[in-house]
Nanobody, 126 residues
């Protein structure tokens, strides 16, 4: 039984920063590519960032240069550092894990996801 638990969401002003964390239990993290998704009201769920098993990151154009994904396999945790936040970043953010044989790729689409967290709300507002 693999469980993902997000934390770190909250209210922040435009231009501010937040760090989201994802704690993984039930399996060793190095077996999984990890992805952060987000979903705003009335919009489709979108992939924000992912990191392959070997640590190769990818970012959506909308967050490139502002967000940084990282993983600590020894602690079974994944983080998303979010800087220069904008109102359009307001969403529920979800941590997700996908079982991959290849070490160098990850996915920002839902089809490759095996496990989901329940989400944490990030609100960017004055």
């Amino acid at each position: 039984q693999v469980q993902l638990v997000e934390s770190g969401g909250g209210l922040v002003q435009p231009g501010g920063s937040l760090t989201l964390s994802c704690a993984v239990s039930g399996d060793t993290l190095d077996l999984y590519a990890m992805t952060w998704f987000r979903q705003a009201p009335g919009k489709e769920r979108e992939g924000v960032s992912c990191m392959s098993r070997d640590g190769t990151p990818s970012y959506a154009d909308s967050v490139k240069g502002r967000f940084t994904i990282s993983r600590d396999n020894a602690k079974n945790t994944v983080q998303l550092q979010m800087n220069n936040l904008k109102p359009e970043d307001t969403s529920v953010y979800y941590c997700a894990a996908g079982r991959f044989i290849l070490r160098s790729i990850c996915t920002t689409t839902q089809g490759g996801i095996n496990y989901w967290g329940e989400g944490t709300l990030v609100t960017v507002s004055s």
